[in-house]
């Protein structure tokens, strides 16, 4: 499993944050980067919302970048300047199934989902509760929440 010291965890989500300031702002959903790394330390795919379509969700967009039997997944770390969702409004695979169902082993994070769009997002715990390592870098969730000032409350 990719578990590199909180330096280079701090990197690769910074990395995140500018793929996440890349996306078209849209005011029902935030702007999220995600990048997937593998076993050993380089970068197996990279997305950030909306990157290919409207509805489309920064991990859902670097998941498909990626061949779903693609052994590299067994080792590699997702992170994602947002908590995975664990629900959606339309009708497409939450994010954090979708990371299970990859069998990625490991999550970092920079923020928790607000309360704005979903009551509770549950994708922390639902990820928890399979066995996937979840790290949070609190120190970088002001960068991640600031690439969504086009949201209400978040300015
Ligand atoms: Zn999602």
Known sequence: ?????????????????????????????????????????????????????????????ALAQLPQDDPRLAGATIYSTLEPCSQRSASRTPCAQRILEAGIPRV????????LFVDDCIGYEQLVAAGVSVSELPELAAAAKAVNSHLPGMG
């Open 1 to 61: 499993m990719y578990a590199p010291d909180r330096d280079q965890d701090l990197r690769w989500m910074q990395r995140a944050i500018d793929l996440a300031a890349l996306c078209p702002p849209a005011p029902g959903a935030y702007s999220v980067g995600a990048i997937v790394v593998g076993e050993d330390g380089t970068e197996l795919a990279s997305a950030y919302s909306r990157a290919t379509g409207p509805r489309e969700h920064a991990e859902e967009v």
């Open 108 to 115: 970092v994070i920079a923020w928790r989902e607000p309360s």
